[in-house]
């Protein structure tokens, strides 16, 4: 019989009747003392929750009561991991968030070709990237989504970190608003313009797509100030590329666009524009972990 043994002196212990709840009760012949042995199957259960967190089923799908469920799983959410600190200097690291399905998004940070760093949180506002941006070394240049609160966070914790806005996000944004395949004219240009943000990979091609881009605004500034009334309010009738445009210019005036070029003028050497291959480990990381 597998008896457990006395945590006071070591000896094997035997049985001693059972507790009002009916579990075995365990005496030690050595020492006199007396206990119950239970069996710990958080680890189990731990196993279960996280199953079920990073699924799409839902709780009537796991054939219990949700009040069971949540009394169950009660302590499991109090778990918040804190990943360690590597410690490791880079010139350039790459920042994204991937968000789970349970109202919680994973803060990564990747550089070298590997994460260095990651932050669980339940948004991505400027105290949760500043928790993981505390953790990594100061780099050169961080390059980034654009992701709500980053922008904040990069001024109080890396203020001397050059910002590069990843050029194939901002171009997604742009997509977004103009459709792949846009009826109006303005549209159909304004996507060539974005699609051409991955072709600009020096001071040359840089300058080119902003003169470009500034013509674009200058030939459509009247057409996308037309407007109708309605409900007494001013609407205006292609609000979806003035925001497109909104976006452009705010990248182009905060400088974030093309900082690449500038660090390849200071520093020499290649600079990244955009995070898509660390946004793919990023992805690989989450599902691995």
């Known amino acids: ?3 457990p043994k006395c945590g006071s002196c070591g000896a094997k212990m035997k049985g001693n009747g059972r507790t009002k709840a009916g579990t075995q009760r365990w005496r030690c012949p050595k020492c006199g003392a007396s206990s ?7 680890a189990k259960q731990l196993a279960a929750f996280l199953k079920w967190l990073l ?9 219990t009561s949700r009040a069971t ?15 360690p600190a590597t410690g490791e200097l880079h010139d350039v690291v790459f920042l994204d968030g991937i968000w789970l399905r349970r109202k919680a998004v994973v803060l990564v940070a990747v550089a070298g070709g590997h994460v260095v760093g990651w932050h669980l949180a339940q948004s991505e506002c400027g105290s949760a990237w500043a928790a993981l941006m505390l953790r990594i070394p100061t780099p050169k240049m961080a390059v980034s989504d654009g992701s709500p609160g980053f922008a904040a966070a990069v001024k109080a914790v890396w203020p001397n970190t050059r910002i590069q806005r990843c050029t194939f996000h901002a171009a997604n944004q742009v997509k977004r608003c103009t459709t792949l395949k846009p009826r109006l004219e303005a549209g159909i240009e304004l996507l060539g313009i974005a699609n051409k943000l991955k072709d600009a990979k020096d001071a040359g ?10 013509e674009w605004c200058t030939r459509w500034a009247t057409f996308l100030k037309e407007y109708t ?9 292609h609000e979806r590329l003035r925001k497109a445009r909104r976006g452009l210019n705010r990248l182009v005036k905060e400088g974030t666009l093309f900082t690449f070029v500038e660090m390849q003028q200071e520093h020499g050497g290649e600079w990244p ?5 660390a946004t793919v480990k990023t992805t690989n990381f989450a599902i691995a972990h």
């Open 1 to 3: 019989m597998n008896n």
């Open 229 to 237: 009334i309605k409900d007494g309010k001013k609407a205006y009738t």
């Open 36 to 42: 119950v042995r239970k069996h710990d199957s958080g």
């Open 55 to 63: 699924s799409k089923d839902a709780i009537a799908d796991l054939k």
């Open 205 to 214: 091609s840089a300058t080119a797509w902003l003169l470009e881009y500034n």
């Open 273 to 277: 524009s955009t995070n898509v291959s």
């Open 69 to 83: 469920f949540w009394r169950k799983t009660a302590w499991a959410w109090r778990i918040w991991p804190i990943a």
